[in-house]
Structures are given as structure tokens and as C-alpha cells.
């Protein structure tokens, strides 16, 4: 037996913030030292990274869409200087850099918004976001209180502010927090200034923040401390391997600090102890959604390391899930220089000239990943049961894992307050094949003494499993959920007012709900009474594990669908009411419609209450699906296919070389594609010309590979494994007229390079070979499904 011991929360401070909205403001948003609390109810934020001005503007409505359906409600958009200002004196907010439009965008959409400030920002960004001008040419000491840097800054500021006029929160705005700095680790003075210089330009925000890991020095009670963990990381040596460090964030502890994010662009390790953290609640800016690729280094990110990683965070207190990056994108190449951050420039890691996808759940083109469907589970549940968790202090274990070395203690910990909490389990490591943990039952004395032994019966926790389970969860019309073997996702009312909870599986353990005594269960489950509690086992769950339950003050019925099907779960407000859709593509609500972006190959939509009918071209008859209603949608059409061709096959590896301040494995140079062995693809027009996106995927075998239409780079790759992906709607004219050439390099064998064990062979082939194997259309189509009628039942 499994035991731990909740104890009550410590004392909660108040006041001691200079933040919060205004008296005036439209909806109250203020902080405490335990979470933020808005329109007084405690809030749980879900806030995912999206840089605009590194994506086309035509688009940003629909990735915004794409991102508020994976259940993000904050978007965070780092602004990067030499982006705005590239030449001095000449600031630039239109087109792709046009900040007010993207603002007013989240608006329209219900999207609040962190805008990170910068003036250094870093974003894998040339010079961290600083323009060269102010590298090269003006007389100051950067990222400091320097006269003659702060004077710099100030029209910039200012310009800021002009942008953003009327769109802060406090004016009915989106903006909810403002982000000074970056990485600043010794100098809260001058994050103090910062502050400061924007609030005097009429930057107004309830909430202001700076990044803390690496034990930041962070002025007190000035700005929120944000903290962040990543299941790998490219800014280290290749030669140190898998980054086994990273274990850290697959462990239940109170500790938010990761001293490794950034610590290659520290010049010496802080002498702060960072800060107070019994003064601030638990909130991140930066959970690895992916990881970025370097020339030296290139992790492989699965999908499970990601959704492991966040409810460990969640499980240890967070009360601000925070991802980067959420949406990846693409390195400007407009501009005089090269915009990402290199050795040419004294960084101590070269990243690919153009992209940056980060490997993040909505890729560089808004590629749907996995990963996203897995993180939008968690989210629904914080966004039904986020109020009381976020109120919820940690507990941990009376046994615990010795090291970071023990893989046989399995991991788990408990938030609670009073009779309610959740259970955390987290039984999956990147690092290390964690085991079956069998006979496993928990015991869980509460803050009032009150102990819960959960399951019934002991269970095996298989291995890659991670779940949160329910303690005394409010099912609605006075009925209590005492605990489940089954994780939360989502509640919904349904006609007449019968509130509805959704219960999501876990694979290979019975999901068992522990009823009150006085509760009578109908529907497709193993009913059992024990002294204190009906227990009901799930016979199958899925879309017919419907069940009522029934109190002495009314019923609530309780839906139990299997993991695979709760990973395309959405609850969205369509045709006049909240509704549960289930679909393996992205379901969008937008208005009096859903978009769905079709990737799957059997595209089918299921809604729970159902609308009398759907419209659309493809949309076939409705069926019944246990409590739902299906409707079959037509597959993704045929595209025609690309011709591949071989100019010239021979290629020559660009020399091994070293660079930056860590002496690290530096990226070919343009001159040396010049040397490369080069493909050339048609494509015909007809495949570009749909209403969504479509894909180039290019297989091949190579070091490193560049694309181009008629001489521009478009895109560029540092082999890891995955195919790469171009998206060409972009370039659709230019793709159809020019075609495209893709450019090959071998690997010098004297590089080194670190890539996934999965990966080596590989990249080890590339060191005799460089061709494009196969290349692949592949169309992503959108469709919006209205309803007939008013859309009601």
C-alpha cells in the first residue's frame, strides 16, 4: 500500500503585489501568492507560445483558431527588436510584423495575450532579438541601465505602446501580462527599470512577469518569477549524450527551478538564491511543447515526453501551464541579415537559417502533432476542474524516489483541500524504461483525517503510463464522485439540466467509480456494494459507457470513454450550446461553425447533444454512436503527385568545423551547398490550389538539406529523423511556375554530432550518401460543418 499524508496549505499572502486590474476594469484579474484569481473565481491558465511575426499574417486567425481548439486560452508572442527595428531609426509593425492586428485577432477570437517585451528577448533569435546596429554601431552596454542603452530603448518602447493603445486588459483588452527582458539573471535593477520605461509609455497590464530560472536575481514583489523544464535540450555538448539532467521534470517535487535552461549563454553561475518562491504562485512560461534543432545537436521529442512532463508539473503544483513553443514557425529571411541565432554571430549554437518548428503540437505550416491531442486531455480538465485545483497545495509521499537514478519507486503525489483532490501518477521517463509497477493501491489521508484507499482492488500501473485520478470530485445534482480509477476530462450540462462528467480510461487499468452508499447505477457496468461505497466497474468504456447515477437529491450521469477515444475529445460552444465533439482531426469552433482541418484518413465527426442535421459537401447521414451521433466526412482527395529529378548527384560534405563560444559543431555555409548534390521537384498547379494547407514531405538521406524556389530559400533541415515537411500554400504560385530544388549534403565524419539512438544509423548513412529518396504530396483540407435549422435540439 501506497501512502501519503495531505497536510493544509500554507498561509496564503496578499497584497504584497503591485498588480491586479483596475477598479474600472470590465472583468477583475489579481494574484495572490497562491494563483491568479479571475472575476473571482481561482484561474488556471493554459498558455501556449506563438511568435506572429514569424508566420504569415494571412493565417494567423486560422492557427489561432487551430491553438484555442487545444485548449489554450492565453497566447504568449515573444517581440524580437531587429525584427521591428532592423534599420535605426526606421520601426517597422506592418504586414508580418503588424503586432496591433494579432493583438485585436486573440481579441475577436477570446484569446487573452502575454506579450513578452524584450528588448532581448533570445527566441533562437540573431543577437537575442538585438539589431546589429546596437551591437555595432551605438555606444552603450546592453541590457542594462546604461544611459546611453536605455535612451535606445525608449522609442522603442514607446512605439510599443502606441501599437498596443486601448488593447490592455484594463481598456476590455486581451492583454492580461507583460514580459520585460528574457534570461536576465543578475541585474534586477534594470528589470525594475524596464518595468518601469513601459508603464511610463502607458503600457498597463495586471500582470507583470520575468523569467527565473537559473536562481534569477528578480526584484521582490516587482515582477512574477516564470520557470519553465524541457524534456531535452540542444544548447548543450554533443558529446554529453542523451541530457539525462532533464530526468529532473519527470519527478513530483516542489522545486521549480531548472538551472540548465540558458546556462551556455551564462556568463558565470548567479549568486542569487533565487527567488522567494512562498511569495509567488507556481506558474511557467516555458514546458518543453518540443525542442528545437541545432547543428550539433538534435533531440528527438515523443509525444509522450511532452504530456509526461506537463502533468508532472501539474502534479507538483503549477497553477500556470506554459508552453514553448506551442505553434512553431519560420526565421525571417527578409530582412539584411540572417535572423537566427548562429556562431557567426557569437552564439554558442548554429540553428537552421529558416526553420523553427520546434517539433511543437501545431508544427512550423500548423502541421497537427500528436502531442497535441494528448495535451488537450489535460486541458480540458483544467478547464472544468482548474478553479479548484489551482487552490490545491502539493503533497508528497511518505516514500518517495531516493535519486534521480531510481526507477523503481513509482512516482506519484497528491494535491488536495479539504475532502477533494487529485491523484497524480507519472510512470513514464525518456531517459530510462521505467517498469510495470503491480499490486499498486493508494492511501491518502486528507487535510480533515478523513483517509481514502483507492482503487478497491490493487491494480498494475502499466509502464508509460501518466493519469490524474479524482478524489471527492462534485459530479452535480448533490451526487460525489468519492474517487475513480479513471482521470477527469470534462463536464457539460444536458437538456433538462442533468449535469454530465466525462471520465477518461487508463489503458490496461479497470475504471472502477466509488459511488456513495445510497447511489443507484444503471447503465453497462459491474455494480458492487462494499460497507461504505457502490463501486462500479466500466464493462467497455467508450460511447456507450453511459451511466446515471442517482441520489436522494437527483442524477448526473457519468460518460467513461477509452484513452483513444478521449484523445479526440473537444468541447467547444456550437449551434447555440455547449457540446462534446469527438473526431480525430482538429475540431475549431469559429462562430456558427466548426472547421476541422482533415489529416486522418477516415474523417468522421461525433457530437454529443447532436444538432438535428450538419451541412457540408461530403457530409454523409447521421448514425448513432452510443451517446453520440456520427456523421462520416469525406476523405482528404488524391493529389497529384510531384516528378522527382537529379541534377546532379555527386556532393561533397562541408568540412568539419567548430564555432561559438562553446566550440560546438558548426552548420555548412552557404558556399557549400554550392557543393551539394541537388534535386529538382515539379509540382503540378493543380495541387495547390485547396482551401487548406499542402505538404511537400521530403524523405532523404543526408547531413543537412536546404529548399529553394527559383534561387529563394524556403526552408531548411538538420537531419534527425522525421521527414521534413515544407508547407506550400505560401509559395503556391511560385511552387507550381519554378518548381523546387532541394539541396543535399553529406556528413563529414569528423562532425560531431548528437542524434537520437533511434536516428544514428541514419545520419551514419549520410556520411556516404546524399540524395532525396521520395517526395510526397499530402493535402490538409479544411471543412466547416454548420448546422441546420437554429442548430438547437
Known amino acids: 500500500m501506497l501512502s501519503l499524508h495531505a497536510s493544509g496549505a500554507p498561509p496564503v499572502l496578499s497584497g504584497h503585489l503591485p498588480m491586479g486590474s483596475s477598479a474600472t476594469a470590465p472583468h477583475s484579474l489579481t494574484v495572490d501568492s497562491q494563483s ?30 487551430k491553438i484555442k481548439a487545444g485548449g489554450i486560452d492565453l497566447v504568449a508572442t515573444y517581440l524580437f527588436w531587429n525584427q521591428h527595428e532592423n534599420d535605426r531609426g526606421t520601426l517597422r509593425f506592418d504586414g508580418d510584423l503588424d503586432l496591433r492586428r494579432f493583438v485585436e485577432l486573440c481579441a475577436e477570437l477570446g484569446l487573452a495575450l502575454v506579450v513578452r517585451l524584450g528588448p532581448w528577448s533570445h527566441g533562437e533569435a540573431r543577437n537575442g532579438g538585438h539589431p546589429d546596429w546596437l551591437l555595432s554601431d551605438a555606444e552603450c552596454t546592453p541590457r542594462s541601465d546604461d544611459p546611453a542603452y536605455l535612451a535606445l530603448v525608449e522609442p522603442y518602447y514607446r512605439r510599443i505602446a502606441e501599437e498596443l493603445r486601448g488593447l490592455f486588459h484594463d481598456d476590455g483588452g486581451p492583454i492580461i501580462a507583460l514580459q520585460v527582458e528574457n534570461e536576465l539573471y543578475d541585474n534586477p535593477g534594470h528589470l525594475a527599470t524596464l518595468r518601469g520605461m513601459a508603464e511610463k509609455f502607458g503600457m498597463r497590464a495586471p500582470l507583470w512577469t520575468a523569467t527565473a530560472w537559473g536562481a534569477a536575481d528578480i526584484p521582490q514583489d516587482t515582477l512574477l518569477p516564470l520557470y519553465g ?51 509567488y504562485p507556481y506558474a511557467t512560461c516555458e514546458l518543453g511543447g518540443g525542442m528545437a534543432i541545432a547543428y550539433h545537436r ?65 508544427g512550423e505550416y500548423g502541421q497537427v502533432r500528436p502531442v497535441f491531442h494528448g495535451l488537450r486531455l489535460q486541458h480540458l480538465l483544467l478547464q472544468s476542474y482548474g478553479a479548484d485545483l489551482a487552490r490545491m497545495p502539493l503533497a508528497l509521499p511518505d516514500t518517495e524516489p531516493t535519486s534521480l537514478d531510481d526507477d523503481t519507486t513509482l512516482r506519484w503525489s497528491v494535491r488536495s483541500a479539504g475532502d477533494q483532490g487529485f491523484l ?50 462534485d459530479l452535480g445534482s448533490g451526487l460525489r464522485l468519492e474517487w475513480a480509477s479513471a482521470q477527469p476530462a470534462t463536464r457539460i450540462t444536458l437538456d433538462g439540466g442533468t449535469p454530465l462528467t466525462v471520465l477518461a480510461a487508463v489503458d490496461g487499468i479497470p475504471a472502477t467509480l466509488a459511488l456513495p452508499a445510497d447511489a443507484v447505477v444503471e447503465g453497462p457496468a459491474d455494480v458492487a456494494h462494499t460497507g461504505d461505497n457502490v463501486l462500479a466497474t466500466i464493462t467497455e468504456p467508450g460511447t456507450g459507457a453511459l451511466l446515471s447515477v442517482t441520489g436522494p437529491s437527483g442524477t448526473a450521469k457519468v460518460l467513461v470513454l477509452s484513452h483513444e477515444l478521449a484523445l479526440q475529445l473537444n468541447k467547444v460552444h456550437a449551434y447555440g450550446r455547449e457540446r462534446l465533439v469527438l473526431s480525430e482531426d482538429v475540431v475549431a469552433a469559429d462562430g456558427d461553425a466548426l472547421h476541422l482541418h482533415i489529416s486522418s484518413p477516415s474523417p468522421a465527426v461525433a457530437l454529443l447533444p447532436a444538432p438535428d442535421a450538419l451541412q457540408s459537401e461530403g457530409v454523409g447521414q447521421p448514425t448513432a454512436d452510443g451517446a453520440f451521433t456520427r456523421w462520416q466526412l469525406s476523405a482528404a482527395p488524391h493529389l497529384p503527385q510531384p516528378t522527382l529529378e537529379c541534377a546532379r548527384e555527386q556532393a561533397t560534405a562541408a568540412p568539419a568545423r567548430a564555432g561559438g563560444t562553446h566550440q560546438r559543431a558548426s552548420a555548412p555555409l552557404d558556399a557549400d551547398f554550392d557543393k551539394a548534390a541537388v534535386f529538382r521537384i515539379t509540382v503540378p498547379a493543380e495541387a495547390l490550389t485547396g482551401d487548406g494547407e499542402t505538404l511537400l514531405r521530403v524523405r532523404y538521406t543526408g547531413d543537412a538539406a536546404r529548399a529553394y524556389i527559383n534561387g529563394q530559400l524556403i526552408a531548411d533541415d538538420f537531419w534527425f529523423g522525421p521527414d521534413g515537411e515544407i508547407g506550400l500554400r505560401r509559395h503556391a504560385e511560385a511552387a507550381a511556375r519554378h518548381g523546387i530544388e532541394i539541396r543535399v549534403l553529406p556528413l563529414d565524419p569528423a562532425s560531431v554530432i548528437y542524434v537520437d539512438a533511434s536516428a544514428r544509423a541514419g545520419l551514419d548513412a549520410a556520411q556516404d550518401r546524399a540524395a532525396v529518396e521520395a517526395v510526397e504530396l499530402v493535402t490538409v483540407p479544411r471543412i466547416s460543418l454548420r448546422a441546420s435549422g437554429d442548430g438547437r435540439d
Open 424 to 473: 497524480f501518477v507519472n510512470n513514464h521517463d525518456p531517459y530510462t524504461a521505467l517498469p510495470d509497477h503491480t499490486g499498486v493501491q493508494f492511501r491518502v489521508r486528507l487535510e480533515g483525517g478523513r483517509a481514502v484507499t483507492l482503487p478497491a482492488q490493487p491494480v498494475t500501473v502499466p509502464a508509460g503510463a501518466h493519469f490524474v485520478w479524482p478524489i471527492g470530485l
Open 229 to 279: 523544464g524541457y524534456a531535452e535540450e540542444f544548447w548543450v555538448d554533443a558529446e554529453m549524450g542523451p541530457a539525462r539532467e532533464m530526468r529532473r521534470h519527470f519527478f513530483f517535487t516542489p522545486i521549480r527551478d531548472d538551472h540548465a535552461i540558458g546556462a551556455d549563454l551564462r556568463a558565470a553561475s548567479s549568486t542569487s538564491s533565487g527567488p522567494d518562491t512562498s511569495r
Open 298 to 362: 538534435r533531440p528527438l521529442v515523443r509525444p509522450a515526453d511532452t504530456t509526461s512532463l506537463a502533468l508532472t508539473k501539474l502534479g507538483s503544483g503549477s497553477v500556470w501551464q506554459g508552453y514553448y513553443m506551442y505553434h512553431g514557425g519560420s526565421q525571417r529571411v527578409d530582412l539584411k541579415e540572417p535572423n537566427q541565432e548562429s556562431h557567426a554571430t557569437g552564439y554558442p549554437n548554429d540553428m537552421p537559417t529558416v526553420t523553427y518548428d520546434f517539433q511543437a503540437p501545431l
Open 36 to 65: 491568479l484569481i479571475r472575476d473571482g473565481r481561482p484561474w488556471i491558465p493554459v498558455m501556449g507560445e506563438f511568435h506572429f511575426s514569424r508566420y504569415p499574417a494571412a493565417e494567423w486567425r486560422e492557427e489561432l483558431l
